[in-house]
């Protein structure tokens, strides 16, 4: 099975640091991280179309976490699952978890489970560990 995670934020910059963090200790082949923030003009902002194109260059058989920040980027986000058809929908999972925390949590539990729900869960418990 391969997996996608989707890193979505108004700033390439950190997108760009959470895949290089998340690659440097995630090194399996089935798992790949997609960096998609800012614009496609490098600006910042979120773009849609980024996430469609990152979707139509894996495989049908790809199973997408998405991850977001903030604001618009949750909206864009959301908005590119509208605009898939149906069966690609069904691959693609919008998580409700941080950015840089749950990424990192569902890439690891990726590279050793093909359990969708376990990633899923792994990524939204990234925050219950912590400072207390």
Do not use: C
């Amino acid at each position: 099975m391969h997996y996608a995670i989707l890193l979505i934020s108004h700033s390439q910059q950190i997108t760009d640091g959470i895949k290089e963090m998340i690659e440097d200790m995630n090194t399996v082949d089935h798992v790949v991280i997609h960096s998609l923030g800012g614009t496609e003009s490098g600006d910042l902002g979120s773009d849609p179309t980024k996430i469609l194109e990152a979707i139509d260059a894996s495989s049908t058989e790809t199973e997408f976490f998405v991850f977001a920040d903030i604001g618009s980027a949750v909206l864009n986000a959301e908005l590119a699952f509208d605009m898939l058809d149906e069966e690609r929908q069904i691959h693609y999972h919008l998580v409700d978890a941080p950015l840089v925390e749950g990424a990192f949590a569902a890439a690891i539990t990726a590279s050793i489970s093909e359990d969708i729900d376990q990633i899923i869960t792994e990524a939204k418990r990234s925050t219950k560990e912590g400072w207390n």
